[in-house]
């Protein structure tokens, strides 16, 4: 009994070890792709706070659950989903989830709403409401580069990770539960395109 309770216990921890591995993976090529993706905004000479709004919309795979809002919630997607119908939901031909619809309907919203305090009505995650782990992007225009840097810390939320890691510990916002400090994984991605602004802004 003590030595299977010992093995199981070893087994979870490895399990949880590579949940954890595979899901920062994951959140580095999203931080990699928002900055390609930022980019392209920056250098078609959108402003900074429209490329701020391109990284978060681009990060959505690492923002964590959905904030609950007008048209949704996560407790209703997850309530409403049996696990397996909630996979086969995810990797469809046709996504047809709730959140994938509310996504769809609300990003262009989100991107062309004109006050910043409106944004959270549109779109909000875990993830976007503590500044530990709210992903940021900053475009800088030198001669005729343009430079976007995106930095994210992603919170390692698996059991035990704070008695593995504990070098950047911040808050995370969890859904039902108080805010927990975890330690975060730090990733940065930048990237440079040439500033092709004055291709599509016309001068008065």
Not at 11 to 34: E, K, P
Not at 45 to 65: L, N, W
Not at 140 to 150: E, F, G, I, M, Q
Request: charged share 15%.
């Amino acid at each position: 009994m003590v030595e299977s309770c010992l093995v199981i216990a070893m087994l979870c921890i490895i399990l949880f070890g590579i949940l954890q591995v595979s899901y920062l993976v994951m959140a580095r090529d999203v931080v990699s792709f928002a900055a390609f993706a930022s980019a392209r905004a920056a250098t078609v000479g959108m402003r900074e706070e429209f490329v701020g709004r391109v990284a978060r919309v681009t990060s959505i795979p690492a923002a964590g659950p959905m904030v609950n809002n007008t048209f949704v919630t996560h407790a209703n997607i997850s309530r409403n989903s049996k696990p397996g119908n909630a996979w086969d939901a995810a990797v469809a031909a046709s996504p047809s989830s709730d959140q994938y619809w509310v996504e769809k309907y609300n990003i262009p919203y989100y991107l062309g709403v004109r006050q910043e305090d409106e944004l959270s009505y549109w779109l909000n995650y875990y993830n976007w409401l503590s500044l530990d782990t709210l992903i940021t992007a900053a475009a800088d225009r030198a001669t005729d580069l343009v430079y976007v840097n995106v930095e994210q810390d992603v919170p390692l939320a698996f059991p035990f990770a704070s008695g593995f890691y504990r070098a950047n510990m911040g808050t995370m916002r969890r859904p039902g539960a108080p805010n927990a400090e975890v330690p975060r994984a730090h990733f940065q991605a930048g990237l440079s395109f040439e500033d092709h602004s004055a291709l599509y802004l016309t001068q008065p």
